[in-house]
DNA sequence: AATGTGTGTTACCGGTCAGTAACGTCCCAA
DNA sequence: TTGGGACGTTACTGACCGGTAACACACATT
């Protein structure tokens, strides 16, 4: 049995991503991008690993369970989340204030170009069995979040910093959701100007 | 999945209805309670007829499928949301300003109360398949809400009625979204005061 | 008494899913 | 050259799930 098939893996033409990267990468970046499609209950471990250009074998020699593997596309999510406070600060260096307005704009930004709503929230919709390992993920995530906001409005020479970011935040996840369920002529269209009056307002005093 | 809930045929202690009432009735009913505790794709269509004191014929005698079932479950849930309106109306006859903060305050209390989030959005987060029969009465739903709340702004005299309805639905959608991701000590917490903090900015001008 | 409707019971079908076993293959480092 | 680790392939298990068939029963109407 010398001439084994061995199936060229250039053939990727389902597949969401090519063999670039080790399996473990491609696999937790196939399941993000399925899990976002079809939910994490919607979609299979093995239509992952095929998507991956890999195979169930080898996403189980990774991830112990699926839910280990949500967990890790969780974390990666957020940590990816977690760059735009670094890409804030290069963007206007030294000006919380125009930082605070660069937040909002990528929030609109966002909400108008994908109404699939965030990974974090959609996957608490999802997983609510008690204790679920996920939910410490989420949750540990939007914390920082909100923290980092948080210090953010306050920097940017905010009084009442605490209730700004909390409303910014509430306005934000509001939207997100609303695209989701109501579409695009959803209340987010008017997100920004919203939230930049909030901040006027709360900039005054 | 390490966190299925996997309940043994004889485990009756989530019977929610006793056989009061006719089949149907009881089968939308533990429907609705059991997918807000578990979501839709995490129940199966035997718990929740076994929940109603009831099997799964009938079931599928009332409901052509599982996804005929969530409609009829998610159009009641939204006729109930509907009532709030009649409501309003009674507990302050003819007096729009006050009605709307009552709308705020109910808001409030059911965010307090409950942390597991609209049954509506949730259903929306779950079901993505293109197409899908709920999608459009989730869509129905919110709209209708939307505008009975835009309404109820105008006939509060407020200029802008429409800006002040759509924030003010942005503010608690977040919030639901925000305790049910984050928790009790989500940024929801201050949402009645920053609601009414914006009704009345709005009713200055 | 006859009939029809609504309901309960049991059993089954085909499919999917998470997870595992056993074996084969490839590549890299020693 | 060889050995081992990472990866691929196939096949399987056991559970669950949506949906259906066939039959039995209870009851109300006529």
Redesign the pocket.
């Known amino acids: 049995?010398?001439s084994?098939?061995?199936?060229t893996?250039a053939d990727n033409s389902d597949k969401l991503v090519t063999?670039l990267g080790?399996?473990?990468e491609r696999i937790v970046k196939s399941a993000i991008e399925l899990f976002r499609q079809h939910g994490i209950?919607?979609?299979?471990?093995?239509?992952?690993?095929e998507a991956a250009?890999?195979?169930?074998?080898?996403?189980?020699?990774?991830?112990?369970?699926?839910?280990?593997?949500v967990c890790e596309c969780l974390k990666q999510v957020s940590s990816e989340k977690e760059r735009i406070w670094v890409d804030l600060e290069d963007a206007y260096p030294g000006d919380p204030a125009r930082q605070l307005r660069g937040w909002v704009d990528e929030a609109a930004q966002r909400i108008f170009n994908d109404l699939r709503g965030c990974d974090l929230v959609n996957a608490a919709v999802e997983l609510k069995e008690a204790g679920h390992p996920a939910q410490k993920v989420i949750m540990d995530a939007k914390k920082a979040h909100m923290q980092h906001l948080v210090e953010l409005c306050r920097r940017a020479g905010v009084q009442q910093y605490e209730q700004l970011a909390q409303a910014l935040v509430l306005l934000v996840e509001g939207a997100r959701v609303c695209g989701q369920s109501i579409g695009i002529e959803g209340p987010q269209q008017r997100l920004e100007q919203t939230c930049e009056a909030l901040i006027d307002a709360f900039s005054k005093h």
């Open positions: 049995m010398s084994t098939p061995s199936k893996i063999t080790r399996p473990r209950k919607g979609i299979g471990v093995d239509a992952i690993a250009g890999s195979n169930k074998m080898t996403l189980y020699r990774h991830f112990g369970c699926k839910d280990d593997l």
